[in-house]
């Protein structure tokens, strides 16, 4: 219960996202009055948020979406019209009058972005750190990986998405 609390909350400021996953937010406000949103998403796994308003009645509410410091390049959609202003690392907020079938879309930019310290490296997409996964006996573990061919924050756009053939693997780059 604490954790959905932190994932989606209100106030009487209005309505707070702080992670997107598919899930039903639904609360009573300090006034009594409901608010509820639908999220569909694949996220992390997949760039794409979609929120549907099944919130109604309770006049011009700010609906607040935290947008990570790690993408540059989000984008914000209400009813199929982008929203200016979005800056990472910050929350954006939309004040709308929300009704019944309101879609809010975010897209997140991912880049693959190498981290290099003390002669080590690791990549990162979006939230996620990835690593090497000893079930696709691709080669040697402990082989070491050229360090020297990345700087530190280099986005890498050699990774590419791989299709698994089971759904106990979440994501698969190459």
């Not at 790690?70 to 954006?92: D, F, I, R, T």
């Amino acid at each position: 219960l604490c954790f959905l609390k932190e994932f989606f909350r209100t106030d009487a400021k209005g309505a707070t996202f702080n992670f997107y996953a598919s899930a039903l937010a639904k609360t009573v406000r300090p006034d009594g009055k409901t608010v509820a949103f639908d999220i569909y998403s694949r996220y992390p796994r997949e760039n794409f948020v979609r929120i549907v308003s099944h919130t109604e009645g309770v006049g011009a509410m700010p609906l607040r979406l935290r947008i990570p410091a790690w993408c540059p390049k989000a984008v914000v959609k209400l009813n199929g019209v982008q929203q200016s202003g979005v800056k990472a690392g910050s929350y954006y907020t939309l004040t709308h009058e929300w009704k019944l079938g309101d879609i809010v879309e975010v897209v997140f930019d991912m880049p693959t972005v190498a981290h290099v310290q003390f002669h080590h490296v690791a990549f990162t997409r979006g939230p996620v750190l990835l690593a090497r996964d000893s079930r696709f006996a691709d080669g040697d573990l402990m082989e070491p990986f050229p360090v020297d061919s990345f700087a530190d924050g280099q986005i890498v756009p050699s990774f590419a998405s791989v299709l698994t053939p089971n759904d106990d693997i979440w994501m698969t780059f190459s």
